[in-house]
Structure formats: structure tokens, C-alpha cells
């Protein structure tokens, strides 16, 4: 089991930054990629980005591309996402996600380990 735990969420105003993060603990060594997700009232599952903890590679959605970046620190086990120029379209909850397997992985089904959520509401 992997346990997935998202921090730094928060309100900011609009073209503002934000960075959330997501421990995990457990049996780490099992989930190959990392994924952020959000989920906004009223509006289905989103893919936002996604890093290899291996390798380091990276992908986003439409989006989000060029506004935000999505890093690693092995030691610690943390994933992070890096959001600037937040519009108020980006408000949502989002969740990290572990997979065990590589590939681009876009889907929420393609994830094997979820954390709870972290709130992000950008005001405008």
C-alpha cells in the first residue's frame, strides 16, 4: 500500500501562485509515476500533470501548460505541483495520485493509490 498525504492548499487571487504537495509513505518503491488531479463543483475528474519519479519526465494538460510544473524530490517521497497565473477556472479540489506502471496515464482509472485532497480556490 502506498499512502498518498496533499498539503498547501489555499486561497489566492487571481495571476497569484500556489505550490501543493503530496507525501508519500508506505511501500513507495512500488508506484513508478506520479499524478495531479482536480476535480472543480459540478464538473468531472480532470487530469493536470503527471512526472516518472525515475526519470523525471513530465506531461500536462492543455490547460494548465506553461502555468504550471510538477516536480519530484525522491528523498523525501514528494511530489509537487507548482501553480502561477492561477485563473479562477482553476479552482477545485486536487488530489495526487501513484500508479505502478510508466506510460502518459492521463486517465484517473490508470492510478492505484489516491490522497484525500487539498482545496485551491482562486478569487478573482
Known amino acids: 500500500q502506498v499512502q498518498l498525504v496533499e498539503s498547501g492548499g489555499g486561497l489566492v487571487q487571481a495571476g497569484g501562485s500556489l505550490r501543493v504537495s503530496c507525501a508519500a509513505s508506505?511501500?513507495?518503491?512500488?508506484?513508478?509515476?506520479m499524478g495531479w488531479f482536480r476535480q472543480a463543483p459540478g464538473k468531472e475528474h480532470e487530469f493536470v500533470a503527471r512526472?516518472?519519479?525515475?526519470?523525471?519526465?513530465?506531461y500536462y494538460a492543455d490547460s494548465v501548460k506553461g502555468r504550471f510544473t510538477i516536480s519530484r524530490d525522491n528523498a523525501k517521497n514528494t511530489v509537487y505541483l507548482q501553480m502561477n497565473s492561477l485563473k479562477p477556472e482553476d479552482t477545485a479540489i486536487y488530489y495526487c495520485?501513484?500508479?505502478?506502471?510508466?506510460?502518459?496515464?492521463?486517465?484517473?482509472?490508470?492510478?492505484?493509490?489516491w490522497g484525500q485532497g487539498t482545496q485551491v480556490t482562486v478569487s478573482s
Open positions: 512526472i516518472n519519479w525515475n526519470t523525471g519526465t513530465t
Open positions: 508506505g511501500r513507495t518503491f512500488s508506484s513508478v509515476s
Open positions: 495520485a501513484a500508479r505502478r506502471w510508466g506510460g502518459i496515464a492521463t486517465r484517473g482509472s490508470e492510478y492505484d493509490y
